[in-house]
């Protein structure tokens, strides 16, 4: 170069001097240290080439990070409702829902006459077709926001009847009676953790009786000494029977007998039933609300219904995950283990080639994210040494596991078969000794 200006190939920042960036460092840590310099590099050789200048180089590679928001994950959980995964996974039907509503839609106009029509009545014609039981639907922000809109509009000042064995406690922290007394409703609570009868609720009823609650308690059980009582009783005594199911399951599903369903809880008689979309339903979150046609009306009509009300986006995944219910939720829970043992042995097998040594092992999935908390799932597991499990959930895409006695265990159930191979290739990302 002699004494002529310097190569500009020279200048280009060096890549520890660029992760040490406070953005690129950040990046780092979430995205992973790899991913964030293979990002660096790019931007370097597009400044040798001279496609950027040298103090170009660190803007580019700040723009090409990846936008931040959640991140795909592969779920070898076993747990198939994992909320801190975001619980339910769509369908590609509810997906292509997604992306089609991402425009202009009709969410809230009638095409054929050019005028307003209520709102997302795709995916509440889907409910009410799914569910004839009830005489009418609504859907808000999510379970919760369900039962704050029922103990607002059909209690606030007045009495909720509910079991001491029904006060749950949702996750996180939050907890049912905290919720509903949050509406300006009493929580007036009859019988003990336990046991509950017909007549500790009947000798609470009164004119300040709002409704009775039943909550179903998915996410825990009570054995050994119990009774409650179920809607059928409780619809005998006279007041509105509210029934919150949780699990979203529209109809009954064999694999899952202690989990109610909307369908079977309206027969019996309650007035009002409250559910998620993104737990069994296998849709997104969402929360339903299905029963009588009055009880439906004052809900819709009160003022707080604007203030819960669901986005575009929801309501078309919704519409399609009711209109075509084989989710993969559903998949998960049913798979055969007989095919999963398949899976798993088909990426030991390959990962053998590759020298990694793992194995198979029978495992226990579970439904996870407050469903069916005694059902166990027969599972298999490709099972590795303790040491993958950091770098396999910091990698890209991240893959989750679970570590028992000193083995990551990777359970296939809620991994989708065409995913096997991205499983196989993070294994083999992790810089292999064993
Ligand atoms: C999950 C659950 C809720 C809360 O629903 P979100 O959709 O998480 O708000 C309330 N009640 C029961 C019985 C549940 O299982």
């Known amino acids: 170069m002699g004494d002529g200006p310097v190569d500009p190939r020279r200048r280009v920042p060096r890549t520890d001097t660029l992760l040490a960036d406070p953005v690129l460092a950040a990046a780092a840590v979430t995205l992973g240290r790899e991913q964030v310099k293979a990002i660096v590099s790019h931007a370097q050789g597009r400044a040798r080439r001279g496609e950027l200048n040298p103090d170009e180089v660190r803007d580019a590679a700040v723009a090409a990070l990846p ?42 106009l009638d095409l054929a006459t050019g005028r307003r029509a209520r709102r997302g009545r795709g995916a509440l014609d889907a409910l009410a077709a799914a569910v004839p039981d009830a005489g009418a639907v609504h859907v ?17 000042g007045r009495e ?34 336990n046991r509950t009868t017909l007549a500790d609720y009947a000798a609470a009823l009164g004119p300040q009786t709002g409704f009775v609650l039943k909550v179903h308690p998915s996410n825990f059980r009570v054995t050994g000494f119990t009774s409650a009582v179920g809607v059928r009783q409780l619809a005998t005594l006279g007041v509105p029977v509210v029934a919150d199911i949780g699990s979203g399951l529209l109809g009954a599903d064999p694999l899952l007998p202690d989990e109610p369903d909307a369908a079977s809880t309206l027969r019996a008689g309650a007035a009002l039933v409250t559910a998620s979309g993104d737990k069994l339903l296998g849709g997104p979150q969402a929360g339903l609300l299905l029963g009588d046609v009055e009880v439906i009306e004052r809900l819709r009509r009160h003022p707080l219904a604007r203030a819960l009300r669901v986005d575009k986006l929801t309501l078309a995944a919704l519409a399609a ?40 092992v029978p495992a226990v999935a579970v439904v996870g994210g407050g469903g069916a908390p005694g059902v166990e799932l027969d599972s298999w597991a490709l099972s590795l040494p303790e040491r993958y499990a950091v770098p396999l959930r910091t990698g890209d895409p991240p893959v989750l596991g679970r570590v028992v006695r000193g083995r990551l265990l990777l359970d296939l159930r809620c991994v989708p078969a065409d995913a096997d191979e991205a499983v196989r290739e993070a294994v083999l990302r992790v810089p292999g000794e064993d």
């Open 140 to 156: 808000v922000n999510n379970g919760a926001a369900a039962l704050v809109l029922a103990a607002t509009a059909l209690a606030a």
């Open 67 to 108: 936008a931040p928001g959640p991140r795909v994950v592969l779920n070898a959980t076993g747990v198939v409702l994992h909320t801190n995964l975001g619980r339910a996974p769509l369908s590609s039907a509810a997906v292509a829902a997604v992306v089609a509503a991402a425009g202009h839609t009709d969410v809230e």
């Open 160 to 193: 909720i009847v509910v079991s001491r064995g029904e006060l749950v406690e949702i996750g996180d922290g939050f907890r049912l009676p905290d919720l509903l007394e949050s509406t300006g409703a009493r929580l007036r609570e009859v019988g003990t953790t």
């Open 321 to 360: 995950t009711v209109h075509q219910p084989d989710t993969p939720t559903r998949a998960a829970l049913h798979t055969d283990p007989g095919a999963l043992r398949e899976r798993v042995e088909r990426l030991r097998d390959r990962l053998g080639a590759d020298g990694r040594k793992a194995e198979v």
